[in-house]
């Protein structure tokens, strides 16, 4: 597995399948290739850490 302290920003490709928290504790379930969203809660940019 990645570093899990990893952090990952809004736009950045996802390179490993799993469920990602953000900044503001939202969670979402990404599959490699995918790219990072905003915020759930705001629709902001913001930082990706995995779960």
């Known amino acids: ?5 990893h952090r990952h920003r809004t ?7 799993g469920h ?6 939202g969670h979402v379930v990404l599959q490699a ?3 990072f969203p905003n ?4 629709g902001k940019s913001t930082t990706w850490k995995h779960e």
């Open 1 to 5: 597995m990645a570093n899990a302290d």
């Open 11 to 17: 736009g950045e490709k996802v390179t490993e399948t």
């Open 20 to 25: 990602y928290i953000d900044d503001d504790g």
């Open 33 to 35: 290739g995918d790219t």
């Open 39 to 42: 915020c759930p809660k705001t």
